[in-house]
C-alpha cells in the first residue's frame, strides 16, 4: 500500500523559512514522480514542484521558484520541500503526491497524480 507522510508546518512570522518532510512506504521512490502541492481555503489545489525520481529533474511554478526548493533523499524514502521569505499569501495546506507516470505538460497538475498524504498546515503571520 503507498503511503505519503508530510509533517513540518506550523507557524511562521513573515520572513521565515520552513522544511517540509514526506516520507513515502509501499513503493520504489526511483520509479514514482514526487510532487508537492498546496491548497488556500477557497482555492483549487496548486501545483509547487516536483521531483522524478527517475532521473532527478526537477520543475517548479514559475513565481515560486527561488524561494521554494524541492530535494530528495531516495535512501529514505523521504522528499523535502524547503521553504524561505514566507509570506502570509503562502498560508495553506501542504501536500505531498505520488504519480508513476505524467506528462511533462502536466507534472504539476495535481489530476497527474494518484497518492496524497494527509496533508501539513503552514500558517505565516504577518
Known amino acids: 500500500e503507498v503511503q505519503l507522510v508530510e509533517s513540518g508546518g506550523g507557524l511562521v512570522q513573515t520572513g521565515g523559512s520552513l522544511r517540509l518532510s514526506c516520507v513515502g512506504s509501499?513503493?520504489?521512490?526511483?520509479?514514482?514522480?514526487i510532487g508537492w502541492f498546496r491548497q488556500a481555503p477557497g482555492k483549487e489545489r496548486e501545483g509547487i514542484s516536483c521531483?522524478?525520481?527517475?532521473?532527478?529533474?526537477?520543475y517548479y511554478t514559475n513565481y515560486l521558484k527561488g524561494r521554494f526548493t524541492i530535494s530528495s533523499d531516495n535512501a529514505k524514502n523521504t522528499i523535502y520541500l524547503q521553504m524561505d521569505r514566507l509570506n502570509p499569501e503562502d498560508t495553506a495546506v501542504y501536500y505531498c503526491?505520488?504519480?508513476?507516470?505524467?506528462?511533462?505538460?502536466?507534472?504539476?497538475?495535481?489530476?497527474?497524480?494518484?497518492?496524497w498524504g494527509q496533508g501539513t498546515q503552514v500558517t505565516v503571520s504577518s
Open positions: 509501499g513503493f520504489n521512490f526511483d520509479d514514482y514522480a
Open positions: 521531483i522524478s525520481g527517475i532521473d532527478g529533474d526537477t
Open positions: 503526491a505520488a504519480t508513476a507516470s505524467y506528462h511533462l505538460d502536466y507534472v504539476l497538475d495535481f489530476r497527474s497524480y494518484d497518492y
